[in-house]
C-alpha cells in the first residue's frame, strides 16, 4: 500500500496527544481505541484538512479523496464489510469534531452508504426490513439537511403528514410500508427543493458529507458559538467517519448519553438517559422524551453493569468528569464519543473539591479546573424558600438556578428584545442548534419535549442559564403566541420564573434570595488563597456592600467612591447647595450638615471591615453631574415663561444661569477630581474630617482601623504635594486633639498618561498608587467610553480592529505598558510603594492575569467579584510557574 495521507487517521493511531489535529471526538475515539474499549472502528479526517478545504473553494482535494478511499479498505477489512455493496453494505456515520467542544453546533450525518439497492440487501441482511428502511429515511433526512441545505421542518412535516394519514401517534407505529411510502416522499422533497434525484453513488454520498461537515464549521450558530465561549475561529473541525452501530434494531438496542458525575449538581452519581430502539440523534435532539439511565439497570442488566465499568475506566483516565455517547446493537455496547462534560457552576466546584479529596487530581489541578466565571455563576439568586410561589407546570431540572423575565416563543424575537434591554425567557417546543442567539439572549429557557441531555439543556448548562426542559404539561399555540397549561394561559410579554434546579415553572416574577458560598466553593476558595501572591480587595460605598464584601473574602477596600455618598435623595438638595451658594456662610452651612451625614457611612464601613484597609477617593466628578439637566431646565423656564408663576420663574431662571456657568464643553477632563480639591478645598477637608472624626470614635470603642486617603485625577506631583499638606493638616489636628497616634496612608489614584510617566516623581510623595483604569482607558485610547460604546467600539471588536474592548479586559500593549511602566518607575524611588488597580479590571481575569505579571499588590473589584478574583490571582500564580 503506497504512503498514507497523513490529513487522515485511523482510530488505531489517534491518541490525546494529537488532539489538536483530531479534534475532541477524534481523539477521545483514538484514545478509547487504544485502551482497548469497544469503539466501532473508523478514521479521523484531521482539523489541517478543514483548512485545506477552505483554501480549495470548500472542496476536497484530490489527494484526500484518495486517502479517503484507503482508509476505507482498512475498514473493510476489519468489519468484513463492503462499502457500496449492494448485498452486506458498509454503512458510516460521518460527525464533526472540533479541538473545543461545541455541542450541536455542527452537522452530522448517520447511515450513510445505503440506496435503493443496498437498502434491500441490508433488509434481508439483518432479516429486518421495516429496520432497513427506518436507517434510510433518517440517512436521507440528514443527506437532504447538511448535503443538500434543505430546511429540517420540510422533512419534518412530511413525517407529521404521514402518521397523522396512518393514524401512528409516533414514529414507532409506522409500518414497514409507511416507511417505503416516507422514502418516496423525502426523495421527492429533494427532486423538489434541490433540484437532483437522491445521489444513488455511496462514494459521492461520502465525499459530500465530508464536504458538509467542514462547511458547518462556519455555519452561523457555530460562530455564534464560538463567539460566545471566544473560541478561535481558524481552529477548523475534524471529521471522523466511523462504522455504523445501530441502536433502532428493536427493544435489546439502544442509545443514550452518560455523564460520570452529576452534571447540574457534581453528585458521584451515574446521571443519563437512553432510548430504545432508537439512533443518537433521537436523544440530543430532544424529540422523544429518553428514560433515565437508572433504568437501564432494570431493563438491560447486563449492559448496565458494562456501562458502569467502562464509565470507571474512562473517568479514572481522563482523570475528570466525562459526557459519554453509547449505542447498543442487540445487547452489545458500543462507545461512541467521550469528552470532558460540560457541567454548571455548582457542579465544576464540586467536582473538583471532590476529585483532591479522592486523590485523583492535585489542588492546583483543581484550582485550574473551576473558571472564575464559575464562582461568578453560582453566586446567582434562587428562588426565596419563604415565598409562597404558584407552580403551574413541571419538567425536568435540567440546569439549576432561577429566572425570570418576559415570555418570548422565538429565538429572533429573545435577542431582539434583550438589545432593547428587556429580560426574557426562552420557551419553546424544544430548542434547536439554530436556536443558540436567543439562549445566549434569554435569562433562561423552558422547553416541553427533551430530556436533560438535549441540545436546551447542554447549552444553558454551559453558559450558567436555568433550563426546564420536557415540560409536556404545556401546550403552545404559536399563531397566537400563547401557550396553556391546566386552566392557566400564558401569552407572550406575560412574566414568567422557572427553577432549573427543581423543574418547576411559575407565573409572574417570583422573589429571589441572594445566594452563600457552598463548602466546596469555600474550599476551592481557601486553597487559592493559599497560592495567590495577589491581594484581593472590593470597591465598596456604604456599610451594606463592604459587609458583603468582607462575607467573600476581601482583604480590604480598594475604592470607597465618595461620590455615591452624596447621591442619596435626602443629601442631593444639600449638595446643589452647596455648589450653589454664593457665600462662605451658605457654603459652611451646606458643609455643616453633610459632614455627620459622611462620618456615619465611614463608621458603618471602618466597621464591616475589622481593621481591614479602607481607601477612601475624595470627591472626584465634576459638581455639574449633582445638579439638574440643563437641557430640563431650560424647558422648565420656557414653560414658566407661558405660565403667570412669576416666583418661580425667577428661581428657575437664576438655578439656569448658575448651570450655565458651570456647563463643561468636555467635563471628563474638565474640573473634577483634585481640581476641585484645590479649588474648593472646603469640601475635601469636610470629607477628611469626616473620615477621621469616624476612625477616631471607633478606635476610642476598641476597634481596629486602617484609613487610606486617595486623591483623585493627579496629573502632577505639584497637585499631590498641595492637596497631601492640607489631608495631613486636617487629620493630624482632628488625631492630636483625640491623644491619638493613628496610622494612615496618602496616595494618588493614577489614571492619566502624565501622571503614568511621571510616577516617579509622584512616587516620591505618595504612599501608594491605584491606577483607575477605566479613565485611564478613556484618556490613553481618547475614547469617551459611553460613546464608544453605542456607537464604534463593538463595529471595532466584531471587525477585529480590536482584539477586544479595552473596557472589559485590560489593554495589554496601551494601557497595560502604561500601569507596567508607572509601577516600575514608582518602585524605584519608592521601594515600599503600595500599588493596586481599581477599575473594573480589577475582578476580570485576563486582566488579573496582567496585574500579576506586573507585580502589583492588589486589584479592588465589586464585592461580587471578589472570590473571582481571589480564584483568578490563584489561576495566574499557577500557570506563570
Request: aromatic fraction near 6%; glycine fraction near 8%; proline fraction near 4%.
Given at each position: 500500500m503506497s504512503a498514507?495521507?497523513k490529513?487522515?487517521y485511523?482510530?488505531?493511531?489517534?491518541?490525546?496527544?494529537l488532539?489538536?489535529?483530531?479534534?475532541?471526538?477524534?481523539?477521545s475515539?483514538?484514545?478509547?481505541t487504544?485502551?482497548?474499549?469497544p469503539?466501532?472502528p473508523?478514521?479521523?479526517?484531521?482539523t489541517?484538512?478543514?483548512?485545506l478545504y477552505y483554501?480549495?473553494?470548500e472542496?476536497l482535494?484530490?489527494?484526500?479523496k484518495e486517502g479517503?478511499?484507503?482508509?476505507?479498505?482498512?475498514?473493510?477489512?476489519?468489519?468484513?464489510?463492503n462499502?457500496?455493496?449492494?448485498?452486506?453494505?458498509?454503512l458510516?456515520?460521518i460527525?464533526?469534531g472540533?479541538?473545543?467542544?461545541?455541542?450541536?453546533?455542527?452537522d452530522?450525518?448517520?447511515?450513510?452508504?445505503?440506496?435503493?439497492?443496498?437498502?434491500?440487501g441490508?433488509?434481508?441482511?439483518?432479516?429486518?426490513?421495516?429496520?432497513?428502511y427506518d436507517?434510510?429515511?433518517?440517512f436521507?433526512?440528514?443527506?437532504?439537511?447538511?448535503v443538500?441545505k434543505?430546511?429540517g421542518?420540510k422533512?419534518?412535516?412530511?413525517?407529521?403528514e404521514?402518521?397523522?394519514?396512518?393514524?401512528?401517534?409516533?414514529?414507532?407505529a409506522?409500518?414497514?410500508?409507511d416507511?417505503?411510502?416516507?422514502?418516496?416522499?423525502?426523495?421527492?422533497?429533494?427532486?423538489?427543493?434541490?433540484?437532483?434525484d437522491?445521489?444513488?453513488?455511496?462514494?459521492?454520498?461520502l465525499?459530500?458529507a465530508?464536504?458538509?461537515?467542514f462547511g458547518?464549521?462556519?455555519?452561523?450558530?457555530?460562530?455564534?458559538?464560538r463567539?460566545?465561549h471566544?473560541?478561535?475561529h481558524?481552529l477548523g473541525?475534524?471529521v471522523?467517519?466511523?462504522?455504523?452501530?445501530?441502536?433502532?434494531m428493536?427493544?435489546?438496542?439502544?442509545?443514550?448519553?452518560?455523564?460520570?458525575?452529576n452534571p447540574s449538581?457534581g453528585?458521584?452519581?451515574?446521571?443519563?438517559?437512553?432510548l430504545?430502539?432508537?439512533?443518537?440523534?433521537?436523544?440530543?435532539?430532544?424529540?422523544?422524551?429518553p428514560?433515565?439511565?437508572?433504568t437501564l439497570?432494570?431493563?438491560?442488566?447486563?449492559v448496565?453493569?458494562?456501562?458502569v465499568?467502562?464509565?470507571?475506566?474512562?473517568e479514572e483516565?481522563?482523570?475528570d468528569?466525562?459526557?459519554?455517547?453509547?449505542?447498543i446493537?442487540n445487547g452489545?455496547?458500543?462507545?461512541?464519543?467521550t469528552r470532558?462534560?460540560k457541567?454548571?457552576?455548582?457542579?465544576a466546584?464540586?467536582?473538583a473539591?471532590?476529585m483532591?479529596?479522592?486523590?485523583?487530581?492535585?489542588?492546583?489541578?483543581?484550582l485550574?479546573?473551576?473558571?472564575?466565571k464559575?464562582?461568578?455563576k453560582?453566586l446567582?439568586r434562587?428562588?426565596d424558600p419563604?415565598?409562597?410561589?404558584?407552580?403551574?407546570?413541571k419538567?425536568?431540572?435540567?440546569?439549576?438556578?432561577?429566572?425570570s423575565g418576559?415570555v418570548?416563543f422565538?429565538?429572533?424575537?429573545?435577542?431582539e428584545?434583550k438589545?432593547?434591554?428587556?429580560?426574557v425567557?426562552?420557551?419553546?417546543?424544544e430548542?434547536?442548534?439554530?436556536?443558540?442567539?436567543?439562549?445566549?439572549?434569554?435569562?433562561?429557557?423552558?422547553t416541553?419535549?427533551?430530556?436533560m441531555?438535549?441540545?436546551?439543556a447542554?447549552?444553558a448548562?454551559?453558559?450558567?442559564?436555568?433550563?426546564v426542559?420536557?415540560?409536556?404539561g404545556?401546550?403552545?399555540?404559536?399563531?397566537?403566541e400563547?401557550?396553556?397549561?391546566?386552566?392557566t394561559?400564558?401569552?407572550k410579554g406575560?412574566?414568567?420564573?422557572i427553577?432549573?434546579?427543581?423543574?418547576?415553572?411559575m407565573v409572574g416574577?417570583v422573589k429571589?434570595?441572594?445566594?452563600k458560598?457552598?463548602?466546596?466553593?469555600?474550599?476551592?476558595?481557601?486553597?487559592?488563597?493559599e497560592?495567590r501572591d495577589l491581594?484581593?480587595?472590593?470597591?465598596?460605598?456604604?456599610?451594606?456592600?463592604?459587609q458583603?464584601?468582607y462575607?467573600?473574602?476581601?482583604?480590604?477596600?480598594?475604592?470607597?467612591?465618595?461620590?455615591?455618598?452624596?447621591?442619596?435623595?435626602?443629601?442631593?438638595p444639600?449638595?446643589?447647595?452647596?455648589?450653589?451658594?454664593?457665600?462662605?456662610?451658605?457654603?459652611?452651612?451646606?458643609l455643616?450638615?453633610?459632614?455627620p451625614?459622611?462620618?456615619?457611612?465611614?463608621e458603618?464601613?471602618?466597621?464591616?471591615?475589622k481593621?481591614?484597609?479602607?481607601?477612601?477617593r475624595l470627591?472626584d466628578p465634576?459638581?455639574?453631574?449633582f445638579?439638574?439637566?440643563?437641557?430640563?431646565?431650560?424647558?422648565?423656564?420656557t414653560?414658566l415663561?407661558?405660565?403667570?408663576?412669576?416666583?418661580e420663574?425667577?428661581?428657575?431662571?437664576e438655578?439656569?444661569?448658575?448651570?450655565?456657568?458651570?456647563?463643561e464643553?468636555?467635563?471628563?477632563?474638565?474640573?473634577?477630581?483634585c481640581?476641585?480639591?484645590?479649588m474648593i478645598p472646603?469640601i475635601y477637608?469636610?470629607?477628611?474630617?469626616?473620615?477621621?472624626k469616624?476612625?477616631i470614635?471607633?478606635?476610642?470603642?476598641?476597634?481596629?482601623?486602617?484609613?487610606e486617603?486617595?486623591?483623585p485625577?493627579?496629573?502632577?506631583?505639584?497637585?499631590?504635594?498641595?492637596?497631601?499638606?492640607?489631608?495631613?493638616?486636617?487629620a493630624?489636628q482632628?488625631?492630636?486633639?483625640?491623644?491619638?497616634?493613628?496610622?494612615?496612608?496618602?496616595?494618588t489614584?493614577?489614571?492619566?498618561?502624565?501622571?503614568?510617566?511621571?510616577?516617579?516623581?509622584?512616587?516620591?510623595?505618595?504612599d501608594?498608587?491605584?491606577?483607575g483604569?477605566?479613565?485611564?482607558?478613556?484618556?490613553?485610547?481618547?475614547?469617551?467610553?459611553?460613546?464608544?460604546?453605542s456607537k464604534?467600539?463593538h463595529?471595532y471588536?466584531e471587525?477585529?480592529?480590536l482584539?477586544?474592548?479595552?473596557?472589559?479586559?485590560?489593554?495589554?500593549?496601551g494601557?497595560?505598558?502604561?500601569v507596567n511602566?508607572?509601577?516600575?518607575?514608582?518602585?524605584?524611588?519608592?521601594?515600599?510603594?503600595?500599588?493596586?488597580?481599581?477599575?473594573e479590571?480589577?475582578?476580570?481575569?485576563k486582566?488579573i492575569?496582567l496585574?500579576?505579571?506586573?507585580?502589583l499588590?492588589y486589584v479592588?473589584?465589586?464585592?461580587?467579584?471578589?472570590?473571582?478574583?481571589?480564584?483568578?490571582?490563584?489561576q495566574a500564580?499557577?500557570?506563570?510557574e
Amino acid at each position: 500500500m503506497s504512503a498514507k495521507n497523513k490529513d487522515i487517521y485511523s482510530f488505531e493511531e489517534g491518541s490525546l496527544d494529537l488532539k489538536p489535529l483530531l479534534g475532541g471526538k477524534g481523539a477521545s475515539l483514538g484514545e478509547m481505541t487504544t485502551l482497548g474499549l469497544p469503539v466501532p472502528p473508523g478514521m479521523t479526517v484531521t482539523t489541517e484538512a478543514c483548512n485545506l478545504y477552505y483554501e480549495n473553494n470548500e472542496k476536497l482535494t484530490e489527494e484526500l479523496k484518495e486517502g479517503i478511499k484507503e482508509y476505507l479498505i482498512e475498514l473493510e477489512e476489519k468489519t468484513g464489510k463492503n462499502f457500496g455493496d449492494n448485498d452486506s453494505p458498509l454503512l458510516l456515520s460521518i460527525r464533526s469534531g472540533a479541538t473545543i467542544s461545541m455541542p450541536g453546533m455542527m452537522d452530522t450525518i448517520l447511515n450513510l452508504g445505503l440506496n435503493d439497492q443496498a437498502v434491500e440487501g441490508f433488509a434481508k441482511e439483518t432479516n429486518d426490513e421495516r429496520f432497513a428502511y427506518d436507517c434510510y429515511r433518517r440517512f436521507i433526512q440528514m443527506f437532504g439537511n447538511v448535503v443538500l441545505k434543505i430546511e429540517g421542518y420540510k422533512f419534518g412535516r412530511g413525517l407529521d403528514e404521514l402518521k397523522e394519514e396512518v393514524g401512528a401517534e409516533n414514529d414507532l407505529a409506522l409500518t414497514t410500508e409507511d416507511l417505503k411510502e416516507l422514502v418516496s416522499r423525502y426523495k421527492e422533497i429533494i427532486k423538489d427543493e434541490a433540484g437532483i434525484d437522491f445521489p444513488q453513488d455511496p462514494m459521492e454520498q461520502l465525499i459530500t458529507a465530508v464536504e458538509a461537515v467542514f462547511g458547518s464549521w462556519n455555519n452561523k450558530r457555530a460562530i455564534i458559538y464560538r463567539d460566545a465561549h471566544e473560541i478561535d475561529h481558524s481552529l477548523g473541525t475534524a471529521v471522523n467517519i466511523q462504522t455504523m452501530v445501530f441502536g433502532n434494531m428493536g427493544d435489546g438496542s439502544g442509545t443514550g448519553v452518560v455523564f460520570t458525575r452529576n452534571p447540574s449538581t457534581g453528585e458521584n452519581k451515574l446521571y443519563g438517559e437512553y432510548l430504545l430502539n432508537a439512533q443518537g440523534e433521537d436523544v440530543v435532539a430532544g424529540i422523544r422524551t429518553p428514560q433515565s439511565i437508572q433504568t437501564l439497570k432494570e431493563q438491560l442488566p447486563e449492559v448496565f453493569d458494562q456501562l458502569v465499568e467502562v464509565t470507571e475506566t474512562l473517568e479514572e483516565h481522563y482523570k475528570d468528569m466525562q459526557d459519554i455517547e453509547f449505542t447498543i446493537e442487540n445487547g452489545q455496547l458500543y462507545l461512541l464519543q467521550t469528552r470532558t462534560g460540560k457541567r454548571t457552576a455548582k457542579a465544576a466546584i464540586k467536582i473538583a473539591a471532590d476529585m483532591v479529596a479522592e486523590g485523583l487530581i492535585e489542588i492546583d489541578e483543581a484550582l485550574l479546573r473551576v473558571e472564575p466565571k464559575h464562582i461568578e455563576k453560582v453566586l446567582h439568586r434562587q428562588i426565596d424558600p419563604e415565598v409562597e410561589t404558584e407552580v403551574i407546570a413541571k419538567g425536568l431540572p435540567a440546569s439549576p438556578g432561577a429566572a425570570s423575565g418576559e415570555v418570548v416563543f422565538s429565538a429572533d424575537e429573545a435577542e431582539e428584545l434583550k438589545e432593547k434591554g428587556k429580560n426574557v425567557l426562552l420557551v419553546s417546543l424544544e430548542t434547536t442548534p439554530e436556536d443558540i442567539h436567543g439562549v445566549i439572549a434569554a435569562e433562561g429557557v423552558l422547553t416541553t419535549r427533551g430530556g436533560m441531555t438535549s441540545h436546551a439543556a447542554v447549552v444553558a448548562r454551559g453558559m450558567g442559564k436555568s433550563c426546564v426542559c420536557g415540560c409536556e404539561g404545556i401546550n403552545i399555540d404559536f399563531e397566537v403566541e400563547e401557550f396553556v397549561v391546566g386552566d392557566t394561559t400564558v401569552k407572550k410579554g406575560d412574566n414568567l420564573t422557572i427553577n432549573g434546579g427543581t423543574g418547576e415553572v411559575m407565573v409572574g416574577s417570583v422573589k429571589m434570595t441572594e445566594p452563600k458560598l457552598s463548602e466546596e466553593c469555600q474550599q476551592i476558595l481557601n486553597w487559592a488563597d493559599e497560592y495567590r501572591d495577589l491581594g484581593v480587595r472590593a470597591n465598596a460605598d456604604n456599610g451594606p456592600d463592604a459587609q458583603k464584601a468582607y462575607e467573600f473574602g476581601t482583604e480590604g477596600i480598594g475604592l470607597c467612591r465618595t461620590e455615591h455618598m452624596f447621591m442619596a435623595p435626602d443629601r442631593v438638595p444639600i449638595v446643589q447647595k452647596l455648589i450653589l451658594s454664593e457665600s462662605d456662610a451658605e457654603k459652611e452651612e451646606a458643609l455643616t450638615k453633610l459632614e455627620p451625614m459622611q462620618r456615619q457611612d465611614f463608621e458603618e464601613i471602618f466597621t464591616a471591615l475589622k481593621g481591614k484597609p479602607v481607601t477612601v477617593r475624595l470627591l472626584d466628578p465634576p459638581l455639574h453631574e449633582f445638579l439638574p439637566d440643563l437641557t430640563e431646565l431650560v424647558k422648565e423656564v420656557t414653560e414658566l415663561q407661558q405660565s403667570d408663576a412669576n416666583e418661580e420663574l425667577k428661581e428657575k431662571q437664576e438655578l439656569l444661569r448658575k448651570v450655565k456657568d458651570m456647563n463643561e464643553s468636555n467635563p471628563m477632563l474638565g474640573f473634577r477630581g483634585c481640581r476641585l480639591g484645590i479649588m474648593i478645598p472646603e469640601i475635601y477637608e469636610m470629607q477628611v474630617s469626616a473620615i477621621f472624626k469616624a476612625a477616631i470614635k471607633l478606635v476610642k470603642e476598641g476597634k481596629e482601623v486602617e484609613p487610606e486617603i486617595m486623591l483623585p485625577l493627579i496629573t502632577h506631583v505639584n497637585e499631590f504635594k498641595t492637596l497631601r499638606t492640607r489631608v495631613e493638616k486636617v487629620a493630624d489636628q482632628l488625631l492630636e486633639e483625640a491623644g491619638l497616634d493613628l496610622e494612615y496612608k496618602i496616595g494618588t489614584m493614577i489614571e492619566l498618561p502624565r501622571a503614568c510617566m511621571t510616577a516617579d516623581q509622584i512616587a516620591e510623595e505618595a504612599d501608594f498608587f491605584s491606577f483607575g483604569t477605566n479613565d485611564l482607558t478613556q484618556t490613553t485610547f481618547g475614547f469617551s467610553r459611553d460613546d464608544a460604546e453605542s456607537k464604534f467600539l463593538h463595529y471595532y471588536v466584531e471587525k477585529e480592529l480590536l482584539p477586544e474592548n479595552p473596557f472589559i479586559s485590560l489593554d495589554a500593549d496601551g494601557v497595560g505598558r502604561l500601569v507596567n511602566l508607572a509601577t516600575d518607575s514608582g518602585r524605584e524611588v519608592n521601594p515600599d510603594l503600595k500599588v493596586g488597580i481599581c477599575g473594573e479590571h480589577g475582578g476580570e481575569p485576563k486582566s488579573i492575569a496582567l496585574c500579576h505579571e506586573y507585580g502589583l499588590n492588589y486589584v479592588s473589584c465589586s464585592p461580587y467579584r471578589v472570590p473571582v478574583a481571589r480564584l483568578a490571582a490563584a489561576q495566574a500564580k499557577i500557570k506563570s510557574e
